[in-house]
Structure formats: structure tokens, C-alpha cells
């Protein structure tokens, strides 16, 4: 959802060379001495938009996706991290209305300072295959990847690079006023946490009634 502003718009902070405050969702921030970065880390759920060129974006993925959109004119961008529930019956509306929810989220964040959609760019990340052995769930990372996919084209917002599939998950950092990536694959050892997580969030969505215009958590 558009964020209200509250004090100097967006484009009189941009003017005064103040970074554009947006609220984090799901996630946590630190400074990292090595990298002299904020380092703001989401998971599953979270939605972060920066102008701050001193901001590193961050994320962890099993099957979960992180769509990277940017504006490389206005240098800003933002991350989320989603999961798909799990379809049952219900083929469409509830995943698709997830899914959908939590790209307009972003989208909406990025165009509520810029206002220009025909400049916002993707880079997409994650959908692994790391809940093989759930049953119904096994296609849940190419599901996820399916739906982004699909979402970005319907959107007519190019996808210029992807890193997506296979089996082991993915550490993803995220330079929010360049598009700059960077992506790390992850030894087995944290697949069954991973694995464990996702399966807790969703089961937090089964009994969660997700509707048209929402903002997540």
C-alpha cells in the first residue's frame, strides 16, 4: 500500500538530499563494520525500500522468492520474500491473492516516490526445491518462481536477470540504488532450518484470511 507521508514530501526530502524514509516489514536492521553498510535483513513476509546508498538489502531463501525491483534513474529500490501457501483446493485465489499482495506492496512503495513504472526493473531470487520430501508441497519453490514470473510480465515490468531452482538455498544481497546483486548458495546444513521455517510461516497462513488490499504483518 502507498505509504501516507508524514512531515517533507518524498520529492522535498530527494531535493534536500535527505534519504526517503519507508517503514521496514519483517525485517532487522545492523551496521556491518567490514562492509561500512546498514545492513537491513527480511524474511519471509518482509518488504524494504531504500534511496540510502549506504543500504544493503539482505535475504535468505529455501523455497521462498525475493523479487528485487528498482528504479535506476531515481536510485531507489526495494526487496521482499514471499511463499506461496500451499494451493489445496483452492487452485487460485488464495495464493494468487498472496503473491499478488505482497508485489503491489513493493511496487506500490516504489511508485509512491517515483510515480514512474515504465523504470522499474527486476531481479528475481530463490525457489528452491528444499521441502521435497512434504509431500504436496515439493513444487512449492517452482510454483513461487512461476507466479513472480508471470506477475512481472502481466505488469509489463522487465525481468533482467534471475537465479532461480535447484535445491540448495540462496543468501541474496541487494543494492537497492544501483539494482547491484549478489547471490550465495548455501551448504545442506541450513536446509532443514530453512526448511522448518517455511513450514512454520506456513502453517501461520492457513489460519490467516488474506484479502484484496492488505498490508502483510
Not at 505509504?3 to 522535498?12: L, R
Not at 534519504?19 to 551496521?31: C, F, G, K, L, Q
Not at 494451493?87 to 499482495?101: E, K, P
Amino acid at each position: 500500500m502507498p505509504m501516507t507521508p508524514t512531515g517533507p514530501t518524498s520529492q522535498a526530502r530527494r531535493r534536500a538530499g535527505a534519504p526517503v524514509e519507508h517503514r521496514d516489514i519483517a525485517a532487522n536492521r545492523y551496521h556491518d563494520r567490514r562492509l561500512g553498510a546498514e545492513m537491513v535483513n527480511i524474511v519471509v513476509g518482509g518488504c524494504v525500500v531504500s534511496d540510502d546508498p549506504n543500504v544493503i538489502i539482505t535475504t535468505t531463501l529455501g523455497s521462498c522468492v525475493a523479487a528485487c525491483l528498482f528504479d535506476p534513474v531515481a536510485a531507489i529500490g526495494g526487496m521482499n520474500h514471499f511463499l506461496l501457501p500451499e494451493q489445496g483446493n483452492d487452485r487460485l485465489s488464495i495464493a494468487s491473492r498472496y503473491g499478488s499482495a505482497a508485489m503491489e506492496q513493493l511496487i506500490n512503495r516504489l511508485l509512491s516516490v517515483t510515480g514512474r513504472r515504465d523504470r522499474l526493473r527486476a531481479k528475481i531470487f530463490g525457489g528452491a526445491s528444499v521441502n521435497a520430501a512434504s509431500g504436496r508441497s515439493a513444487n512449492i519453490g517452482q510454483r513461487n518462481v512461476e507466479f513472480v514470473m508471470e506477475y512481472l510480465a502481466t505488469e509489463g515490468i522487465p525481468t533482467i536477470s534471475w537465479d532461480v531452482g535447484g535445491t540448495a538455498p540462496r543468501a541474496v544481497r541487494f543494492f537497492p540504488t544501483s539494482g547491484r546483486t549478489q547471490r550465495r548458495l548455501i551448504g545442506e546444513e541450513t536446509v532443514r532450518d530453512i526448511a522448518r521455517s517455511e513450514a512454520s510461516f506456513m502453517e501461520r497462513l492457513r489460519t490467516t484470511e488474506i484479502e484484496g488490499d492488505i498490508e502483510l504483518f
